[in-house]
């Protein structure tokens, strides 16, 4: 691994849809850390969450890169292309395919709350580093999770993340910020076919593959 590499923060989500919360962490992440971009990984299945009232990928692709226009923010739905389904099987592929780059995990408190759920989640912890950024309601549910009881001890200042010398795996950045409060539950709420105006063909922000659209 080139560790000088690009540093890339990745954002793993179903993104149903995307909205200005995704775009504002993403933002906050990359000047707090010093991170070189980020990449929204938009999941064509999350193992958590229901089926039901998700949009096609290709929408939830559209949707996603019309909220990232004009940031370092790229796109990507390269699970679909890997053949990964949990998060631990996409970030050590991520890994070998792009060995000249440095990845962070990102994620909100309320991920770091049930994080102990997740498949090989300690296999998280050892592929890349992972920082976590606060989410109104969630903090004290965080704090005393089971994953935070176990990774707390690998916890580093922000500002060492560029250090070679603290480059050393597990490593924990906990991360203080206001985000925005809206939920894309409340968007799908109040617009449930928000998904029509996105129903197009896009391309891969990573890979620049095509994404097809789906059959109506």
Do not use: C
């Not at 200005?20 to 991170?35: D, T």
């Not at 890169?65 to 940031?71: C, H, K, N, S, V």
């Not at 390269?78 to 395919?97: C, H, K, M, P, Y």
């Not at 296999?123 to 009881?149: E, H, K």
């Amino acid at each position: 691994m080139n560790r000088d590499g690009p540093l890339t923060g990745l954002l793993g989500g179903s993104f149903n849809p995307a909205h200005r919360g995704h775009r504002r962490i993403s933002l906050f992440a990359l000047r707090r850390l010093g991170l070189d971009e980020v990449w929204w990984l938009v999941s064509p299945g999350n193992p958590l969450k229901p089926v039901e009232g998700m949009a096609p990928l290709s929408t939830r692709v559209a949707a996603a890169r019309d909220q990232a226009r004009r940031a370092p923010i790229r796109v990507t739905a390269i699970e679909r292309e890997l053949g990964t389904r949990f998060t631990v099987d996409t970030l050590r592929a991520l890994v070998r395919r792009y060995p000249e780059r440095r990845f962070v995990w990102l994620m909100g408190s309320d991920n770091l709350a049930q994080f102990h759920r997740w498949k090989d989640w300690r296999g998280i912890a050892a592929a890349m580093p992972i920082a976590v950024i606060a989410r109104p309601g969630y903090d004290a549910a965080a704090m005393a999770s089971p994953a935070m009881a176990w990774l707390g001890r690998y916890r580093r200042r922000p500002e060492t993340l560029k250090d070679p010398a603290r480059r050393s795996l597990p490593a924990l950045y906990l991360l203080r910020f206001d985000p925005d409060p809206r939920s894309a539950t409340v968007i799908r709420s109040a617009d449930p076919h928000w998904h029509r105006r996105f129903a197009v063909a896009t391309r891969d922000g990573v890979t620049h593959r095509p994404i097809p659209a789906d059959p109506a």
